[in-house]
T-cell receptor, first 114, second 109 residues
Framework: ETGVTQSPTHLIKTRGQQVTLRCSSQ?????VSWYQQALGQGPQFIFQ???????GRGNFPPRFSGLQFPNYSSELNVNALELDDSALYLC?????????????FGPGTRLTVL | LAKTTQPISMDSYEGQEVNITCSHN???????ITWYQQFPSQGPRFIIQ???TKVTNEVASLFIPADRKSSTLSLPRVSLSDTAVYYC??????????FGQGTELSVKP
């Protein structure tokens, strides 16, 4: 059984650029959630995908978008990067069901926007 | 929108029991309440999950009153390696997942 993996580990971009972050979910999981975690704060829910459809979204603007693929891996895309987008981006996979909050997190991608 | 409140920090000594409470209102009726542990530069790690009353696993207990407006994570006999940030996670009525702001636990020898 493989755990949740994310790529890249670190990324530096400049304001206005676009970025794509990737996540491979744990084997057998059909749900992926993405979070933004600023330094010293709790993770903030961006959105969740279940079987390739968006299944809930937090208070993030439309320039944050995502995809889930048939193998349940996922991408987070952020357009028109702003300085405040600098954060740790976490992906978590789970199996949708009564206990779907038992999420397994990846190590995160550290994004720095200059 | 669900709102959560946790103490910002707590101090303890090795061998003591630590209880961390999260207050949460407007949570989804059918969702579980989950607690996570996070070390620096790592993703959160699942500790325990419950719906009502008490749940116990090999590392912690979780107490949830009948009104589900709070939950208390109990760590028996903490060690230095339990020094970390602890988060509660709930779902709100609109399908959003809400993490608490985290409780930084410091365990001293």
């Amino acid at each position: 059984e493989t755990g949740v993996t994310q790529s890249p580990t670190h990324l530096i971009k400049t304001r206005g650029q676009q970025v794509t972050l990737r996540c491979s979910s744990q084997s057998g999981h059909n749900t992926v959630s993405w979070y933004q975690q600023a330094l010293g704060q709790g993770p903030q829910f961006i959105f969740q995908y279940y079987r390739e459809e968006e299944n809930g979204r937090g208070n993030f603007p439309p320039r944050f978008s995502g995809l889930q693929f048939p193998n349940y891996s996922s991408e987070l895309n952020v357009n028109a990067l702003e300085l405040d987008d600098s954060a740790l981006y976490l992906c978590a996979s789970s199996l949708m069901g009564p206990a779907y909050n038992e999420q397994f997190f990846g190590p995160g991608t550290r994004l720095t926007v200059l | 929108l669900a709102k959560t409140t946790q103490p910002i920090s707590m101090d303890s000594y090795e061998g003591q029991e630590v209880n961390i409470t999260c207050s949460h209102n407007n949570i989804a009726t059918n969702d579980y309440i989950t607690w996570y542990q996070q070390f620096p530069s790592q993703g959160p790690r699942f500790i325990i999950q419950g719906y009502k009353t008490k749940v116990t696993n090999e590392v912690a207990s979780l107490f949830i009153p009948a009104d589900r407006k709070s939950s208390t994570l109990s760590l028996p006999r903490v060690s230095l390696s339990d020094t970390a940030v602890y988060y509660c996670l709930v779902g709100d009525q609109g399908g959003k997942l809400i993490f608490g702001q985290g409780t930084e636990l410091s365990v001293k020898p």
